[in-house]
T-cell receptor
Framework: RKEVEQDPGPFNVPEGATVAFNCTYS??????FFWYRQDCRKEPKLLMS???SGNEDGRFTAQLNRASQYISLLIRDSKLSDSATYLC????????????FGQGTTLQVKP | DAGITQSPRHKVTETGTPVTLRCHQT?????MYWYRQDPGHGLRLIHY???????DKGEVSDGYSVSRSKTEDFLLTLESATSSQTSVYFC???????????FGQGTRLTVV
């Protein structure tokens, strides 16, 4: 089983829709979690960190469910510019900083 | 943007030749990472470093070695390149074990 798993999609949604992605992780001792956005042929860029209490930034909401070992990303009122690949990342339990990514979920927002 | 420079940005090499990719940072961050990205696989961790001369293997370390002799540089070496190592390679840095990482622009490597 992979340490971090995502549904690769693609998710095709109309503008204005609400879409949610999940990401599961296998190490219950994992300490910190992130969502990244990656545009085609570019480097991944941090979208938001995921805190135990949840985290909201405008149209984006990230949540952590430790009991079920997954994190989620909710995008409200989707824009064409949200079309990208969304990657989740999980730090391991040790202090070596090991950071594992999921394979990414592709979102395509249609007019 | 974080001060991370990858070199070269593009390289074509022949099977069996050694290749070294360089990641240079100006942020004085402790942690550095090398990932490869291939269609359908997302970002896969090759090796990472948690300090000068401190490195560890990631998910796909076979065929790769790394060195970190100073804080700012993390080198990835393909001892004998194979076509399966054709990929986009990303370097990333992080200042603490539990914080986010920032990426370089990537190196596109083609092994023919």
């Amino acid at each position: 089983r992979k340490e971090v798993e995502q549904d690769p999609g693609p998710f095709n949604v109309p503008e204005g829709a609400t879409v949610a992605f999940n990401c599961t992780y296998s190490n219950s001792a994992s300490q910190s979690f992130f969502w990244y956005r990656q545009d085609c042929r570019k480097e991944p860029k941090l979208l938001m960190s995921v805190y135990s209490s949840g985290n909201e930034d405008g149209r984006f909401t990230a949540q952590l469910n430790r009991a079920s070992q997954y994190i989620s990303l909710l995008i409200r009122d989707s824009k064409l510019s949200d079309s990208a690949t969304y990657l989740c990342a999980v730090h391991g339990s040790s202090n070596t900083g090991k950071l594992i990514f999921g394979q990414g979920t592709t979102l395509q927002v249609k007019p | 943007d974080a001060g991370i420079t990858q070199s070269p940005r593009h390289k074509v090499t022949e099977t069996g030749t050694p290749v070294t990719l360089r990641c240079h940072q100006t942020e004085n961050h402790r942690y550095m990472y090398w990932y490869r990205q291939d269609p359908g696989h997302g970002l896969r961790l090759i090796h990472y470093s948690y300090g000068v001369k401190d490195t560890d293997k990631g998910e796909v370390s076979d065929g790769y070695s790394v060195s970190r002799s100073k804080t700012e540089d993390f080198l990835l070496t393909l001892e004998s390149a194979t076509s399966s190592q054709t990929s986009v390679y990303f370097c990333a840095i992080s200042d603490r074990a539990e914080t986010e990482a920032f990426f370089g622009q990537g190196t596109r490597l083609t092994v023919v």
